[in-house]
């Protein structure tokens, strides 16, 4: 957007983060989109379709219509999946339209207390907080290890809690210690230093998926690999955007550029899709920020997620055979968002032993979309269940996929759904750098 038009805008008394009139401009509402997105192959309903959400944004940025209920329901039930932009022929930035649309709705629409201060605390404080995540891992941690867990499931304690009931089962495993006790440390390559790379960990991941951070960590090592593990990193922002705290990404952004960028490393890695995709936006969120455009833009260029880097590169062949029937699942904001589809079926396929075999509609979301699974429960699910039969379909051993949210998404699935060995399989769940790690183990 020129600066111009920002002007204007905020002179015309609208949102300067509200969808921008050249972005919406590109939709011609040809519905090429429509059957690309799941809320529209589950509803069937224009208005929750790409097409019909553009119009409602238009409507409401012409003026011609306000703010409804309505609208906020359509909105909130996108998942950013972002699978219209991929299938749209005018290239229509959906992505960015969403997260416009939802800052303008943060704030003209404040959302009422008790959720308000809950909102505020999660993204505000916890997430940015590396203190209070590790305590919230410890105490999840003692939860489940002490047994209490297996405990209130049997009782259906959590039942009487109305929706919290409905969402348990997504808990995933606290993992002590958290990858934040790696943070400020240095990992040397295996043999010859070929490339020195910065390795983000992000917020809840450092919790939830120490283990296959530190996975990470060895397959780049095994690749030549001199890994950093910056001290002073943060969050990426990626929930805050989503979310359309828009101001908060930036706030975050900064801080991880001023983190990694005075370092030059060959690629700064990230192994979250969702992350990734934000990370690689970061020109854009600073856009209008003199001090860090060109800083940010920088940033991008160094910007990889860990499928793409390690594709690119003479990866190491030097691994054991890693039996097993895999399919992959495919993270949208990895294959929608940063366009990176082949990469990780080229790293599945390059494990000696891998039987790798393509499920139906592999592109299209399984429900997790951030948080979307849990504050959109009903929706998710009904979107997981066609994920599931899809995934069942081709008879897989073990799911891959290349973004922990969606690990969890897939991993309630298979419990819930899956057939065969994903439904026997005690990790029916696998990253695409955790099977490259167990084939390197293996050798
Ligand atoms: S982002 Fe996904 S859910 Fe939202 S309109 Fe596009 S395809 Fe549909
Ligand atoms: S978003 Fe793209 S594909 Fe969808 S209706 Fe508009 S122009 Fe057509």
Known sequence: MAASELASRVKEGRHPDAPQQKDLDKCVHCGLCLNACPTYRELGVEMDSPRGRIYQMVQVATGAAPITDGYLEHMSLCLGCRACETACPSGVPYGRLIEAARTEIQARVPRRAPWRQIENFAFGTLL??????????????????????????????????????????????????????????VYFAEGPRKYRVAMLGGCIANVFFARLHEATVRVLQKNGCEVVVPAAQ???????????????TRALARKNIDALLMTNFDAIISNT????????????????????????????????????????????????????????????HLCHGQKVKAAPRQLLKSIPGLE????????????SAGIYNVVENDMAEEILASKMRNANSVAPDQI????????????????????????????????????????????
């Open 234 to 248: 943060v969050c990426c922002g990626a929930l805050h955007a989503h979310a359309g705290r828009r101001e908060e």
């Open 273 to 332: 899709g969702g992350c990734g995709a934000t990370l690689k936006e970061y020109h854009e969120i600073l856009e209008h920020d003199e001090a860090y455009h060109d800083k940010a833009k920088v940033f991008v260029s160094k910007m990889k997620d860990v499928n793409e880097f390690l594709a690119s590169i003479d990866l190491n062949k030097n691994m054991g055979r890693v039996e097993r029937r895999v399919t992959y699942q495919d993270s949208c």
């Open 400 to 443: 891959a996929s290349s973004n922990p949210g969606c690990m969890i998404q897939l991993a309630a699935g298979c419990k819930l759904h899956g057939t065969g060995k994903l439904k026997d399989n005690a990790v029916p769940v696998r990253h695409v750098v955790e099977l490259l790690d167990e084939a390197y183990r293996n050798a």
């Open 128 to 185: 940015v907080t590396p203190w209070m995540l590790r305590l919230l891992g410890a105490g999840l941690w003692l939860h489940q290890k002490s047994g209490l867990e297996t405990l209130v499931r049997k009782t259906g304690l959590l039942k009487l809690f109305g929706p919290l009931g409905k969402i348990e089962h997504l808990t995933p495993e606290a993992q002590l210690p958290t990858f934040y006790s790696n943070y400020g440390k």
């Open 356 to 367: 790798f075999v393509e499920m139906p509609a592999s592109d299209v979301c399984c429900g």
